[in-house]
């Protein structure tokens, strides 16, 4: 079955614990994405990334960190999380960044700082 | 770089009442439009996409949008709602590599 998985899917930790949230894609999708969701905010990406080894930062990149070292896998770092991170965060895949490709996402995984 | 406008964030109406959503965005380049439902609890799931051709697209579930180039819109409509059409949608605009979200309609539909 085509999916995007993310793990954990729920996560409650304390401020300053570095954590990662991984993300995993088996359709072969270049291209693999990171959004947060926020209540009245909607989705605001994070990072994405065009292809392995090529990643690029959203509109809301402070305090995170990604890596794209195989294709199938985009795990987002927090280094030193805040509770101004606390959010349900989604990945999502497609077969490119350009043109009218459908973006994949995964479950989600709701994070919680305190 | 892209940016959505969705109007009207809390909608309830009642089942076989018809639906708009409105939706601009602003974008210098050639769009890619989409509308994404998010049910409760769950992720979100591609309801239709406009590229090119036939402004008025049709998607999954009975939806359809409209896309008006002058005006910058791409409202989404349904005719006749039904009670399993409560969810969160939320427009979309593809340009630069980038995909760029509204805030998002809840919408509510009473039995």
């Known amino acids: 079955e085509a999916q995007v998985t993310q793990n954990p899917r729920y996560l409650i930790t304390v401020t300053g614990k570095k954590l990662t949230v991984t993300c995993s894609q088996n359709m072969n999708h270049e291209y693999m994405s990171w959004y947060r969701q926020d209540p009245g905010l909607g989705l605001r990406q994070i990072y994405y990334?065009?292809?392995?080894?090529?990643?690029d930062k959203g509109d809301v990149p402070e305090g995170y960190k990604v890596s794209r070292k195989e294709k199938r896998n985009f795990p987002l770092i927090l280094e030193s999380p805040s509770p101004n991170q606390t959010s349900l965060y989604f990945c999502a895949s497609s077969l490119g960044g350009g043109l009218p490709y459908e973006q994949y996402f995964g479950p989600g995984t709701r994070l919680t700082v305190t | 770089a892209q940016s959505v406008s969705q109007h009207n964030h809390h909608v309830i109406l009642s089942e076989a009442a018809s639906l708009e959503l409105g939706c601009n965005y602003s974008y210098g380049g050639t769009v890619n439009l989409f509308w994404y439902v998010q049910y409760p609890g769950q992720h979100l799931q591609l309801l239709l996409k406009?590229?090119?051709?036939?402004?008025l697209v049709k998607g999954i579930k009975g939806f359809e949008a409209e896309f008006i180039k002058s005006k910058f819109s791409f409202n989404l409509r349904k005719p006749s709602v039904q009670w399993s059409d409560t969810a969160e949608y939320f427009c979309a605009v593809n340009g630069n590599n980038r995909l760029a979200f509204g805030k998002g309609n809840q919408v509510v539909v009473i039995p």
């Open positions: 990334s065009m292809n392995v080894e090529v990643t």
């Open positions: 406009y590229f090119s051709g036939d402004p």
